[in-house]
């Protein structure tokens, strides 16, 4: 078998250094293990609803951007590797959830359902196209990870040391 | 029964709409339904891996600084709620992921494991500590989302007409 035809296992790993500032405010600087000198510095802040100052965009907004902007970046990339021509391309995504809210408890929030409507102008053909969208749905990381449980491994430092919990 | 002990549903809805632009930039304008005026301007691109130009963070930095910010509001927020006091709060988050590679073949790519690792100073015993962990769990929307599958509905407009994909 030549090299030409060797699958290879890509290693992408990112760690997010975040620290609590202002009332709501979180500074988030997010490190690539493929570009470890050029961190990308973030922040997210809250409105009224939870005491926030609106500084910086929510969580949930950060989310959504990245969930619809990384199938983007597949059908663009795959449609380079599948040759199927691509004009332009518009991607609308609908995000849902609901919280249970309790005056004295903290609350319990759930996802509801999530949605992509794609807009490709392209000279391809409609089978072509459904191609390039199943290639986008596999090489999608946000859409693997979305579909699948998995789990958080969270720890806590006490005492000087780090504690499941 | 008294009102001030009823549980409420709150929904919480976002729209993206992505428009490709540049190589491989994407403009994501992302609203709020409890804040339609005021919508959130974010972007991704990529880095030569894809042939972008990195002018902006690439999706999964946006993704693990939402993971991180989401779940940072939920310590602060319910700190107050369950009177606990919290002096400062650092959250390091560490996300890996696995893509299939293939010369001649889009990748297929998989979540290979999540960790937070959680630093709060606090005056607070480890007991009420570990129950605000507990709190914060169950509140985050998007470690609510994570820990289970999602299914995730694509629509193409094809002809005009909108067709699921």
Not at 23 to 47: C, I, Y
Not at 108 to 132: C, H, M, N, W, Y
Not at 148 to 162: Q, T, V, Y
Request: glycine share 8%; aromatic share 8%.
């Amino acid at each position: 078998m030549s090299n030409e035809n060797v699958e290879q296992i890509l290693d992408v790993q990112l760690t997010c250094e975040g620290q609590a500032t202002g009332k709501m405010r979180n500074e988030l600087k997010v490190t690539g293990s493929w570009n470890p000198d050029h961190p990308w510095q973030l922040a997210t802040d809250e409105g009224p609803f939870h005491g926030g100052d609106s500084t910086a965009p929510p969580p949930l907004a950060l989310f959504c951007a990245s969930v619809t902007g990384c199938f983007m970046t597949q059908v663009r990339a795959f449609a380079k590797k599948l040759r199927i021509p691509i004009a332009s391309l518009k991607v609308t995504g609908s995000f849902k959830w609901q919280a249970v809210t309790h005056p004295q408890r903290p609350y319990v929030s759930s996802p509801r359902g999530f949605g992509l409507d794609i807009e490709i102008d392209s000279s391809a053909t409609p089978e072509q196209l459904k191609e390039l969208i199943a290639a986008a749905k596999r090489g999608c990381f946000l859409e693997q990870t979305l579909i699948r449980p998995n789990a958080i491994d969270h720890r806590m430092k006490l005492d000087g040391r780090w504690v499941e919990v």
